[in-house]
């Protein structure tokens, strides 16, 4: 029986650009029902309601696409996440698109709004946009920025409307507190798809960044080690789990936006295990598994179930 753990389970898609991602909670609960596992039957879990019902309607702004909804969502996630924080237990986030993770940060910063918040970013893109630099203005390509509180417009490729703005400063400001990270205290691991103005955030705010030939080369534990070194200085820690940060041709093309050259399970698996040993890390996310888009069968979502079970494990048996 799960004790330490509660999972709350986010099936909002409305940041993403493709459909599917509210799905994949579902299909990895059918990945843990063929490997005859209790994990959901021994869970507590939490339900968000969603927005995506405007999915159905039409696009209201093209610089950050259903915005209005996700500051709904955002302040659902933060509400949920703060409260279980609070409560002294540790939340897994089983999500859709990865747009819910801006919403996840607010809520561990407002339940510790005195500490210090390191964020483990573990995917295959920066997610550093904001409505005035990105290309698709899809917002889960945006979390980052919303928790760094950044607009980026030095390098901004298009103007905004005065009501995304008011709706973009919503979403930084979500738990009354911006920026809820720095710069300085955000590691990427095994980003591999950026856009110039991400790029350009990253080297002039000497982002940490570890590639996948890194991990490889390295090793899970003395990689993990190091971001864990590195971030000495945050009292709390978040890892945010992107599927695609693993290997689409390896593992599964079910997400959103798959990439090459990506990480193998394992060494994802043995990489978010390695850092969870640390007590400073007080939440867990994953995200954009995509049932629809999986060629072969369901795959991403089995991959995703056991990744998830073996972190589970570990919280459970830290003391």
Known sequence: MMSKIVLIENKSEIGAGTRGASLGIDAVKIAALN?????FKEAKILKIENENDRLWEDIDFLSAKRIKGVVEVYKRISDTVSQVLEKGKFPILLSGDHSNAGG???GIKKAFPDKRLGVIWIDAHADLHSPYTSPSGNIHGMPLAT???VDNKKYAVKEISEEVKK????LKSIGDIQPKINPEDLVLIA??????PEDYFIANNKVKTISVANVRRTGTQ???????????DCDILYISFDVDSMDCDLVSYGTGTPVPNGLTE????????????????????????NPCLDNR???MAETAYRIMEGASAIIEKRG
């Not at 003395?222 to 000495?232: A, D």
Request: proline content about 0%; hydrophobic content about 35%.
């Open 104 to 106: 996840t940060i607010a």
């Open 191 to 196: 980003v591999r798809d950026t856009e110039d």
């Open 167 to 170: 709706h973009w400063d919503k």
């Open 35 to 39: 490997a005859q596992s209790n994990y």
């Open 297 to 299: 069968q369901n795959k």
């Open 222 to 232: 003395e990689i993990s080690e190091q971001v864990l070194t590195y971030l000495k």
């Open 147 to 149: 928790a760094l509180g």
């Open 266 to 289: 394992q060494e994802a698996s043995s990489l978010i295990n390695h850092l969870l040993i640390d007590k400073r890390v007080k939440c867990f996310e994953v995200v954009e598994i």
